[in-house]
């Protein structure tokens, strides 16, 4: 890989992004919105307090891995990939420059996200604010890459919508949303120590109520980088040039 290519295909997409107020509302302000909802819903109770850190690793998730996917797919489609690819770079400068850039987006996405839910929804951070952050933008960092991994194997973007019930929906339903972890079945419990999102729900848990120490929440961390990495990985040998 050559830092320059890499680099430039970053400048690129963000460069694309800039021109796009919708998709940027639909990174930066959409899961805000949505967190914003859920504690309009239960402003009369104190149920946001406990499932406030699942919504700030939930909703970025859901949408840094919908529009990372259909953007890379649509490079594909249209044959923007097989040019880029005929050129000297390769695809691990393109799906590494496609991470940076979402990951810079990440970054902004998840200030917005946890300074709402913070300071304009009132949700109460016993542990460091600092500490929170890090593992939302690692949050919505995995969906930005577990995003492109799906677009290396999806042909349209109804088949990207496709890998949501496969890649997304088992891991909110055993992410501990709806029902503690812990408390799961025999078998889902073991299920639910293997997906990524379970990891970034506990550690935002754990942070939110000063719960376990800093060594628990870099555990978590170490386990969500793994998954960012290996799906970066195989995310550059899977990418197809173009679809067929």
């Known amino acids: 890989m050559n830092p320059q290519r890499t680099l430039a295909t970053t400048g690129r997409i963000l460069t694309q992004i800039r021109h796009d107020p919708r998709t940027i509302v639909l990174l930066l302000i ?3 919105l949505l967190i914003g909802l859920v504690a309009w819903i239960f402003s009369d109770t104190d149920a946001f307090q406990t499932i ?11 949408v840094m891995f919908l529009v990372t996917s259909i953007t890379t797919l649509r490079e594909r ?3 923007t990939l097989e040019r880029l690819l005929s050129t000297p770079l390769g695809k691990g400068d393109l ?4 991470t940076l850039a979402f990951g810079l987006l990440a970054v902004l996405q998840s200030a917005v996200a946890v300074a709402f839910a913070t300071w304009v929804c009132g949700l109460d951070i016993k542990g460091s604010l600092w500490l929170l952050f890090a593992v ?10 577990l995003g492109l991994l799906a677009s290396a194997f999806a042909r349209t973007e109804f088949q990207v919508v496709q890998f949501m019930p496969l890649l997304i929906f088992p891991q909110i339903l055993l992410g501990g949303i709806f029902l503690p972890r812990d408390q799961l079945p025999p078998g889902l419990q073991e299920i639910s120590d293997w997906l990524p999102l379970s990891h970034a729900i506990d550690a935002l848990q754990a ?3 000063d719960s376990h120490d800093a060594a628990y929440i870099a555990g978590e961390l170490l386990i ?7 799906a970066v990985v195989l995310g550059s040998i899977t990418l197809r040039r173009r679809t067929p």
């Open 224 to 230: 969500i980088c793994a998954w960012v990495v290996g």
């Open 95 to 98: 799906i590494l420059g496609y």
């Open 136 to 145: 939302a933008v690692a949050d919505a960092l995995l969906g930005t890459t």
């Open 207 to 209: 942070v939110a109520t």
């Open 77 to 79: 489609r249209t044959g």
């Open 30 to 32: 959409v899961p805000s």
């Open 52 to 62: 406030g850190p699942s919504m700030i690793a939930l909703f970025p998730f859901i």
